[in-house]
């Protein structure tokens, strides 16, 4: 069964008034949402795929009734594409994104946005459009930095580190760093990682750029390098979410896999299913890492073979 049809359902197609049991209303509307994001924040996927279809119904009932409701639905849209990116829904995540960016009121919820739609670009492979969509936005938002606010700094501080993304995959290491410097004047700027207006999607500062420069150094296929960044970052303060810690702990146990340490790769694993087991099925850079690593052993131990069920991994 496809639990995400009834998600994209909601998306495309716009419902009716009398479709609904009771006319929604702003604030428990606002409500809703508010009890919605921790489950985005914590990857809980089989909730959200039955919360949000009505909630997406409903706030588009409100919306097109009473114009105060844009600024939730862009919210709830740009929460559900990110969704979708992340469930690799790319047309569904294209389709909210876009719709989020129509209903946007002012820059900054624009340019997270657009932050989310980098990501988007980023994994479909169009390198080149993320880079200088990223570059773009980044121009547009760059703060003054004697009086920039969190949510300003964090904005610019993550179009960069989108920027950085896209210029090491595109074998631009020279533009990759450029964006990480700027990226990490930002972070010195704010001091300590910050989450502006409780966005976790917003969460930037001086970890979340050493995570980044750690991706980068994997993209680079460095993975000593990445091992050595690594011992310097206190992950142990992250909550183990998508956003940061997972895909940290993604390029540790890819580092360690090329580097043969395959025990320890595995355990990197195990903390990744700990803390976010329904995300793991959704990575196909999982799904490569353990592919490698079974493909070196001659038995495979009853962790392994779960971490392979876990990720869809046929062994």
Known sequence: ?????????????????????????????RDALQATVPLFAKDRFTELGTALPPLLRDV??????????????????????????QTRQFDAAELALERALDDATDPIQSAAT??????????QGRLREARELAAHWADEVEPRMSRATQAELSTWGWLL????????RDNRPGEARD???????????LGTECTPEGDFLRTFGPITVALKRTENAMVA?????????AAKIPTGCLEPNSNNRNRHLLDVAGAQTELRQYA????TFQKIREG?????????????????????????????????DLVRLPV
Do not use: F, H
Request: glycine share 4%; charged share 25%.
């Open 114 to 123: 657009v932050n989310t739609q980098c990501w988007l670009l980023l994994r």
């Open 264 to 267: 320890e790769a595995v355990d």
């Open 161 to 168: 580190l989108r920027l950085s993304a896209a210029a090491i």
């Open 60 to 85: 588009e009932v409100l919306t097109e009734a009473d114009p105060r409701g844009r600024p939730l639905r862009a919210r709830l849209l740009e929460l559900t594409g990110w969704l979708m990116v």
């Open 221 to 229: 296929m460095r993975p000593d390098k990445v091992l050595g960044l």
């Open 179 to 189: 964006a990480l410097r700027l990226a990490n004047s930002a972070a010195v700027a």
């Open 1 to 29: 069964m496809d639990r995400w049809w009834p998600v994209r359902t909601a998306l495309a197609v716009s419902p009716r008034p009398d479709e609904l049991s009771e006319e929604p209303t702003l604030g428990g509307l």
């Open 276 to 308: 976010s087991p329904q995300w793991l099925p959704n990575q196909r850079y999982a799904r490569d890492i353990l592919g490698r690593i079974v493909s070196k052993r001659r038995t495979l131990t009853p962790e392994m073979r779960e971490l392979a």
